[in-house]
């Protein structure tokens, strides 16, 4: 009898450790950061590597979450809509091209070198893709998540 005490001791001390766990994990959420629920869904990417998983299965059309560091700016595209555009380097190996809408969303103000996270949708090519759409929904539809996507950089979230 004493052992099954001891077990059911065990397993209490566990579960309250794990939602000990989870309770600062919440609480140490950043409060501009975008909710879980805004990233939730089958057509989101996630993993420590999004960029590469989508690139090596040369996947198009899909959400992901990603980060890295801005290794060139490039000249604004200004044929139909206006998009701010510059590469980031998501890993040693791999880099991203961003094309972020400056008619939908205020352009990000960033230098070669400054981190930047971003969500948005993905497009294969094989320089390394796309990511466009990282910029609120304005028509609250055209995308599986209503909200769209963003840039967070030096602090600042833009939609």
């Known amino acids: 009898m004493n052992l099954r005490r001891g077990s059911s001791a065990r397993r209490l001390i ?4 794990l939602l000990g766990i989870f309770a600062v994990r919440w ?14 869904g089958s057509s989101v990417l996630a ?5 590469s998983a989508a690139f090596e299965e040369q996947r198009s059309g899909v959400w992901l979450e990603g980060s ?8 604004d595209d200004l044929e139909g809509d206006r998009h701010q555009r510059f590469i980031v380097r998501v890993s040693r190996d ?4 961003i094309s972020h809408n400056i008619d939908l969303a205020a352009r990000v103000q960033v230098d070669r070198g ?11 090519n094989d320089l390394g893709g796309v990511v466009h759409w990282t910029h609120h929904d304005p028509q609250a539809g055209h ?9 967070r950089a030096n602090g600042k979230l833009v939609r």
Do not use: K
């Open 14 to 17: 566990i579960i309250a450790i």
């Open 27 to 40: 609480m140490d959420r950043d409060e501009n950061s975008p909710s879980q629920a805004e990233s939730a």
């Open 47 to 51: 993993g420590s590597n999004p960029i």
């Open 68 to 75: 890295g560091v801005i290794d060139r700016l490039l000249q």
């Open 94 to 97: 791999r880099t991203v091209l």
């Open 114 to 124: 400054d981190e930047i996270a971003f969500r948005g949708r993905y497009e294969w």
């Open 143 to 151: 995308s599986d998540m209503a909200r769209g996507g963003w840039l």
